[in-house]
């Protein structure tokens, strides 16, 4: 583990970061994976916590990666929808305070789930993105959604007048052990690419436009995208109105970039 972070001094920051994230691996890891039930609290410190903040942990550019204990600044602007405020947030100081979010993450710590909760974690951390990027001008917002030991990261970003695009950029298998570590290994040029992502989106823009944003989604508009009561296979068509057109795009990030790109030059 000391030779893991030595190589740190001699590598590129983001590639120091991704060797931290190993580092604190091993350190929390089983030699093998658990058979017994894992608590979430149990998953977000010993399998989640060493990868997000070994990656996003950066005080000397003032960036915390912090697990939730008080409310952030974009719960206040949808308090019923984010009533259980996001599990972390990715912070930019504001000298000795905390000030506005970079990034959020949600994690659940099994895949059998009522898919009702992660859905509305995953429309939760939509809007806490979206009203970040309001709120405080950014170019983008990064997003992480943890099930079990699958975590998908997505980038928010204001792309045009009304529409806010929730893209993924990412999706990363979490180690259930030290023997699993090397699969973790093979992500290395996605979880870099992520990195540079976050650090050239998640930041205040330039060229601020006030007039292409929308109020976000309220309680009710959010009741009908995500009812408890309505069958799981049900075609979802969800009505269109001056709210926040928000969508959900899988593609490959070289793709992304492009298209992000593109859209700039126009």
């Known amino acids: 583990m000391i030779q893991v972070y030595s190589l740190c001094k001699t590598v590129n920051p983001n590639e120091a970061k991704f060797l931290k994230s190993i580092a604190k691996l091993i350190e929390k890891l089983p030699n093998q994976a658990l058979m017994d039930t894992i608590k979430e609290t149990e998953h977000c410190q010993r399998y989640v916590e060493p990868i997000l903040s070994g990656l996003f942990d950066d005080p000397e550019k003032e960036v915390l990666f912090r697990w939730t204990s ?68 950014l170019q983008g917002c990064l997003t992480i959604q943890v099930v079990g030991f699958q975590m998908i990261v997505f980038l928010t970003t204001l792309l045009a007048d009304g529409l806010y695009v929730m893209v993924e950029i990412g999706n990363i298998t979490i180690p259930a052990s030290i023997r699993e570590i090397p699969q973790y290994l093979t992500n290395s040029d996605e979880i870099i690419s992520i990195l540079e992502c976050f650090q050239t989106w998640c930041s205040p823009s330039t060229q601020p436009q006030p007039s292409f944003k929308r109020k976000s989604l309220d309680d009710e508009s959010f009741a009908r995208l995500v009812s408890p009561s309505r069958s799981a296979k049900r075609r979802l068509i969800p009505a269109i109105d001056d709210y926040t057109c928000l969508f959900f795009i899988p593609l490959p990030l070289s793709l992304i970039l492009l298209l992000f790109d593109y859209i700039t030059l126009i």
């Open 70 to 137: 008080v409310l952030n600044e974009e719960y206040n602007q949808d308090s019923s929808i984010s009533s259980a405020r996001p599990d972390s947030v990715m912070t930019r100081m504001d000298g000795l305070f905390f000030g506005f979010s970079l990034g959020f993450a949600e994690i659940k710590h099994t895949t059998s789930t009522f898919k009702y909760l992660v859905s509305k974690d995953l429309i939760r951390l939509g809007i806490l993105s979206k009203n970040s990027i309001d709120q405080h001008d």
